[in-house]
């Protein structure tokens, strides 16, 4: 079972989201055949280069009921052992981290993908790491175990510039306008940073459906949240 995961580093949903979804892949018996991969997505391709305070620009975005959101989100990842201090967390493009993530991708694999993911959104929401950095990116990819010498000289370039602008596209065509979004076997749409009951019950869904030969012949779902996703 192929899983592909849009998100954005900069979206906290997409932290929580991928929490839940681990959590409910340990609990499902055939976690050994399932294929995992994040897919990168911009909630601002505009936003600018330099790092600015998250407190700011959410509070530009949303008023006064901006300080309510960072709350509601932060007790929420506490109860997933998560830290969010937003007063560090500051807000820049991500296009460069969605670059490195494609490139630990092709060059380490899915389980390499997965560590740094983790480990960039953790940074970002609970360390203050600016993830428009090529210094602090390399960090972050040396702590999950790369090799800094072949990641230094990635983000030294610009290699897969292009094609991570196209998947971005391709997700955009594809429908996806929230994230995190969760597609199993590119046919099922699940929106959010679901319970891991949710996600669950979706794994076991889609594999009996394999099973059965009759994924094709099944209607796509698609669980969109009010509070659990990010959108554009």
Not at 137 to 152: E, F, Q, S, Y
Not at 195 to 200: I, K, N, V
């Amino acid at each position: 079972m192929k899983v592909e995961i849009y998100s954005d580093i900069a979206c906290p949903w997409c932290h929580v989201g991928k929490r839940r979804f681990e959590q409910a892949l340990a609990a499902f018996p055939g976690a050994g055949d399932v294929e995992v991969v994040y897919r990168p997505f911009q909630l601002d391709p505009h936003a600018p280069e330099e790092p600015l305070p998250h407190r700011e620009v959410l509070a530009a975005k949303y008023g006064p009921q901006s300080v309510a959101m960072d709350d509601h989100i932060t007790r929420l990842g506490a109860d997933e052992g998560l830290v969010f201090d937003f007063d560090t967390v500051v807000e820049n493009n991500s296009l460069l981290a969605h670059r490195l993530l494609r490139f630990v991708l092709e060059e380490y694999g899915r389980d390499a993908q997965a560590r740094l993911k983790g480990r960039l959104l953790e940074a970002h929401f609970g360390e203050g790491l600016d993830i428009g950095d090529r210094e602090h990116l390399t960090d972050a990819a040396v702590t999950v175990g790369l090799d800094r010498a072949p990641v230094a000289a990635f983000l030294d370039g610009d290699g897969l510039h292009d094609e991570v602008l196209d998947e971005i596209e391709e997700a955009r065509q594809r429908g996806v306008t929230a994230v995190p979004t969760f597609v199993f076997e590119g046919q099922w749409a699940v929106q959010g940073g679901q319970e891991p009951a949710t996600f669950l019950k979706v794994l076991q869904q889609v594999a009996e459906a394999a099973e059965a030969e009759a994924g094709t012949a099944a209607a796509g779902a698609g669980a969109a949240c009010a509070d659990g996703a990010c959108a554009v």
